[in-house]
């Protein structure tokens, strides 16, 4: 084989060595896009299992949690409401709500029952755009989906 040719086959080998030895893992990266409790508004979906209905002019249902004073404010399907949380890894504790005093037929029992699950809330989690909130028996209380 001429020294060319043998010069030729050598670099071609080391380049097929190379390649075989890199590796495919890809490490996944903290993904930049992941929803945390704080930063956009949830919208209810469901509360102690059952569809949350839009409140008054089709307005939906939701909470935000704000990080000045660990605040939270939202509107409960008639009345507005606001108060304060207390929130360490997936422990969440909600004050009680102070809300307008509005009154509402179609909403007013669906604005209780929020109301009573926010008060007994001690859990979250969030996965993709889904924020469930439990009791202390791990009990799903309510269910919302980012805005």
Same mark, same amino acid.
Request: with cysteine; glycine share 6%; hydrophobic share 30%.
């Given at each position: 084989m001429s =020294? #060319?040719?043998t010069k030729i086959c050598l670099t071609i080998a080391a380049s097929i060595l190379c390649v075989a030895c890199q590796? &495919?893992?890809?490490?996944?990266?903290? /993904?930049?896009?992941?929803? +945390?409790? $704080?930063? #956009?508004v949830w919208q209810l979906t469901s509360l102690a299992g059952i569809p949350a209905k839009?409140?008054? &002019? *089709? *307005?939906?249902? /939701?909470?935000?949690?704000? $990080?000045?004073? &660990? +605040?939270?404010?939202?509107?409960?399907?008639c009345n507005n409401y606001s108060g304060s949380y207390d929130s360490s890894g997936r422990k969440l504790e909600i004050g =009680?709500?102070?809300? $307008?005093?509005?009154?509402?037929q179609n909403t007013s029992e669906q604005e209780s029952k929020l109301f009573n699950a926010l008060s007994?809330?001690? &859990?979250?989690?969030?996965?993709?755009?889904?924020?469930?909130?439990?009791n202390d028996l791990n009990q799903i209380l309510a269910v919302f989906t980012a805005n």
């Open positions: =020294p #060319q040719l590796t &495919n893992d890809v490490k996944p990266e903290a /993904n930049p896009m992941a929803l +945390t409790l $704080t930063g #956009q839009t409140g008054e &002019n *089709k *307005k939906s249902v /939701n909470i935000e949690f704000l $990080t000045e004073k &660990n +605040t939270y404010r939202g509107y409960a399907g =009680p709500a102070r809300a $307008t005093r509005k009154f509402c007994a809330v001690d &859990n979250y989690k969030i996965v993709d755009k889904t924020l469930t909130v439990t």
